[in-house]
DNA sequence: AAGTAATGTTAGAAATCTCTAAGATTTGAA
DNA sequence: TTCAAATCTTAGAGATTTCTAACATTACTT
């Protein structure tokens, strides 16, 4: 009975198994190449990384071939992908961090934030952005206000205006 | 003229850093006994960091003695707490976010946010948390109650009562 | 003051992640 | 089909950070 003892991925493997997900999508399959080119990493780290992720049963990769995410592979992407994805709607969302910057922060950060923090957060996205129907609610409009002038305006949740 | 290309600090120096000043603030000065308990790493770890901080002029120490920080150290150390204590304010006090996972969270996002991301926290906590005088504010009420039931209350920002 | 306990340092090894250089394989063009 | 370009892998080195084991120094205790 082997039951392996699942060590917490690095930041290193999460970036890949990110990149692995996102090229799937973008082009169907993933190649050495691309991931290499989109982690700004040279070829041979890409290869040491799938031989890595490989023994870990997260990718299967022929030589010389592609790179496919197992089922437990995708699911840790996938995973990985949607705390970037919270983390970003956050900084460019609400708290109005250009969206360049917004993009590298969640890009590292989403490899620290805990289950509790991002579903926290993801309720918070939620409760700002549902408070209204169109574009910015009271309260991300009254924070844009106040970022720009330092003072309040009044805003409503719920649907009553003021 | 020698003019040191200033490279970033890395996670685990400003892990060191903080580490130094708290216990600077909190027993006056600093121990490779007490680094090493508060970091959870060896005493031999701490004297590593050390004498790669002291390389860099943000530490000094003597052998067998205590270890101190320069000017340039205390302004680092002083900018990654600043990190750390916007971010766990944020976390607990708006997010809800359970106190120890928030720490957490916290002692590792701070290597992370960028300079911009951190100047709009703390605007937004100074924003959300300003508009009430008592405790948690209106929007604080309403966020925690929607956390617990999905349900949204009103709120206001600006004094006024609805 | 001497000896023991506590603390700190040195030396050297292991894990992780990246790189360069060089060689292998595949793809595509003539 | 054959050769050149593109892509991928292997081998080996360097940086970073940690550890254990052994040794040095300092601080107590009696």
Chains 1, 2 share one sequence.
């Not at 399959?29 to 799938?50: E, G, H, Y």
């Not at 926290?120 to 996205?125: Q, S, V």
Request: aromatic share 6%.
């Amino acid at each position: 009975m082997s039951v392996k003892k699942e060590k917490r991925l690095t930041s290193s493997m999460e970036d890949y198994l990110e990149a692995i997900v996102v090229l799937e999508k973008e082009n169907g399959v993933a190649r050495v190449k691309d991931i290499s080119r989109m982690l700004n990493v040279k070829p041979p780290s890409v290869t040491s990384a799938i031989i890595n992720l490989s023994e870990k049963g997260l990718v299967e990769h022929e030589l010389y071939g592609y790179v496919e995410l197992t089922l437990e592979g995708k699911k840790a992407a996938l995973d990985v992908l949607r705390r970037h994805n919270v983390l970003f709607c956050f900084l460019a969302g609400i708290l109005n961090v250009d969206p360049k910057v917004a993009l590298e922060d969640a890009c590292k950060m989403e490899h620290s934030v805990s289950p509790q923090t991002l579903e926290n957060l993801e309720k918070f996205i939620e409760f700002v952005k549902d408070s209204s129907n169109q574009g910015k609610s009271g309260l991300l409009k009254s924070f844009t206000h106040f970022l720009k002038t330092g003072k309040r305006k009044r805003f409503s949740i719920g649907g009553i205006k003021q």
